[in-house]
């Protein structure tokens, strides 16, 4: 099987940036129009319309903040009703002691899920499942065991079981494709690249060649003018808040690192005790960033900065 890479922007820029330029040459290409077909027969406003197009497909495409704020608020919503089946099980257990004699309850214990129980109340999704479908099996196998003629395991007590369960699970469902979002990135980045290469460097190069003699107007086609009129250096900052994944409580002592694509100038700085740091005056740019803390997993990603929007970004550093 063959590695699954995710393609890599073509563009020197955010996706924001990215979408701004576009929209000014897109502009420009109108207001010279005529000038162009002049030069290349295929410039037509049809040839546009199709820019203008391509460029509202890309932009339609969601986002990673779009597709990271889906994942992160079913997460916290899985968090209350993950706590309420572990509820559960921690009653399953004391029915089991009830029913069972002590030499034979951590075999039972263990068929009812017990070995995932640490891991399920830390929030790790794959062992909370796997325990809660041990459990309601055990309970299907021993009801009458555990019922014990009434005396121990309330009759309705499964059915609540598998309604929690059903609760977190319906959660769980739509959480798995939201944090898998390696196919969405592409298809963003493809259609991304797409309109870069086949409108935007396309219209830069015979714009600059048609208004070769005449400085005012090629500018009106150079990708790195319009971006420094976008966005001028110097012009965004970026707030990392870090916490700990299995509690909202700052990180603090966590090292955050930001270092500008392409570039090797390495930013660090220690997370305080309000849980965030802050990288002020900085370039427009894409960051390679990574979060680290002794006993933690170092987390790392990529964040697009924008002129003057204040980026945010929140990490949660999960436990070794």
């Known amino acids: 099987m063959g590695v699954f890479h995710i393609p890599q922007a073509e563009y020197n ?6 979408y701004e330029i576009c929209t000014i040459l897109l502009a420009n290409y109108r207001a010279n129009q005529a000038a162009l077909q002049a030069f290349k027969g295929k410039y037509t406003p049809t040839w546009g319309d199709d820019f203008e197009a391509a460029i509202t497909a890309a932009q339609a495409l969601p986002s990673d903040e779009e597709r990271g704020e889906l994942s992160e608020t079913l997460r916290l919503e899985m968090i209350p009703l993950n706590k309420t089946c572990c509820n559960n099980w921690q009653d399953l257990k004391r029915y089991i002691a009830e029913a069972f004699s002590k030499d034979i309850q951590k075999p039972k214990l263990e068929a009812a899920g017990s070995l995932y129980y640490e891991k399920a109340a830390d929030f790790n999704w794959e062992q909370a499942k796997a325990m809660h479908l041990d459990a309601m099996q055990f309970m299907t196998d021993h009801s009458a065991e555990l019922d014990m003629g009434g005396l121990n395991m309330p009759a309705g007590f499964p059915g609540q079981y598998l309604t929690d369960y059903n ?3 319906d959660k769980y469902d739509l959480f798995m494709p939201a944090r898998q979002t390696k196919v969405a990135t592409m298809n963003k980045v493809t259609a991304n690249n797409a309109v870069y290469k086949d409108y935007a460097m396309v219209l830069c190069s015979d714009g600059q060649a048609k208004f070769r003699n005449s400085a005012a107007e090629a500018q009106f086609f150079v990708w790195e003018t ?5 966005s001028p250096p110097s012009s965004a900052s970026l707030k990392v ?16 690192a930001i270092k500008k694509k392409g570039t090797n100038a390495l930013s660090t700085a220690t997370v305080g005790v309000d849980g965030s740091v802050t990288f002020g005056s ?7 960033w990574s979060v680290s803390l002794a006993g933690r997993q170092t987390q790392s990603g990529e964040k697009d900065v924008n002129k003057g929007t204040g980026a945010r970004l929140t990490v949660r550093l999960p436990l070794v």
């Open 13 to 18: 820029c955010t996706q924001a940036e990215f």
């Open 167 to 169: 609760a977190w699970n």
């Open 282 to 288: 900085i370039d427009p740019a894409v960051y390679l």
């Open 241 to 256: 808040t870090v916490s700990f994944d299995e509690l909202d409580a700052p990180a603090v002592g966590a090292e955050v």
């Open 226 to 230: 319009i971006r420094e009129m976008v």
